[in-house]
């Protein structure tokens, strides 16, 4: 009887604890989050810039940088700019020369507007010498108006040449339609791609494989407003061209006025450049570069729960 009563009291307190441990664990387990997996973020190859494309870009990188280089060398020969058929010295809308002090020093003046401005070292006067753009900034360095005139028309042809070919080519394979041309939807996002670009949130995943609105109205205006305006104003200031179309300098409002329209588009593109190089890093400068010399560019979609 002793032993059956242990043995029954044994077993008793066996089924407790065993008991007690299963109402512990159902515990542990209501207390025991589910563990979030998470799926790796995936990439994807797609084909951006078709070849004519990128052959066009790329040839107007040389082309820019010494159409710019060279029309700054033609500048410095008369380095002032006027509205109307004629050169008012006494009233420049921009001027940049060299001045000397009461202190009989000289130094470098930008005058805009009638506003002067001491731009020694940079602009009007600098390394010791008269000039209103550095020698750095020239091409040729030295100063030699012949050979930049030489320069600055063999490379506007091919500019010219090369831009035809692009335009041709984005007007019959609809890029132009389908790729740049802002649509309304785009146009009533401009607050946002304003902001977003301001405070540097770039798009990612199938948004960062199509242009936002600030690049189409960019490349549109670049394009189709700024390029042919840096051509026809360099056109129409020249004498053989001017005896032919007559009306083209009419347009502009006299030589002097197309002069100071193809400045303005010169450093119009300028500043294009300077923005299309920043953006180019900020949103992946290897990614870019890469897309722009073999076509393809690599998404990379976020990671989904």
Request: with cysteine.
């Amino acid at each position: 009887m002793t032993v059956s009563i242990q043995s029954e009291d044994v077993v008793s307190r066996g089924a407790d604890q065993r008991s007690i441990v299963e109402s512990s664990s159902d515990e542990a387990l209501s207390t025991v989050s589910t563990p979030v997996v998470t799926a790796p973020a995936m990439s994807e190859r797609v084909y951006r810039h078709r070849l004519l494309v990128r052959i066009s870009h790329w040839l107007n990188v040389p082309f820019l940088i010494i159409l710019i280089m060279s029309g700054l060398q033609i500048f410095n020969a008369h380095p002032a700019l006027y509205w109307g058929d004629r050169s008012d010295r006494d009233r420049p809308l921009l001027s940049i020369r060299p001045m000397q002090t009461e202190g009989r020093d000289v130094i470098g003046v930008t005058t805009i507007l009638g506003h002067r401005f001491e731009t020694t070292g940079v602009l009007g006067y600098s390394h010791g010498s008269g000039r209103a753009f550095p020698a750095w900034a020239t091409i040729p360095s030295a100063k030699w108006l012949a050979m930049g005139r030489q320069w600055h028309l063999f490379f506007a042809w091919l500019f010219l040449i090369n831009g035809l070919i692009f335009a041709a080519y984005a007007l019959a394979s609809r890029h132009v339609t389908r790729d740049l041309a802002p649509t309304s939807q785009d146009l009533r996002g401009i607050g946002t791609s304003l902001k977003d670009h301001l405070t540097l949130t770039h798009p990612t995943g199938e948004a960062a494989n199509r242009y936002n609105v600030l690049q189409k109205l960019a490349y549109v205006t670049i394009v189709f407003i700024v390029a042919p305006l840096i051509v026809l104003t360099g056109l129409a200031m020249s004498p053989t061209i001017d005896t032919a179309v007559p009306w083209l300098l009419t347009i502009f409002g006299g030589r002097q006025a197309a002069r100071t329209i193809h400045f303005l588009a010169c450093f119009s593109f300028v500043g294009f450049i300077v923005l299309h190089i920043l953006q180019v890093v900020l949103t992946g400068g290897f990614n870019n570069l890469r897309s722009m010399v073999t076509g393809w560019f690599v998404i990379k979609h976020e990671a989904r729960c």
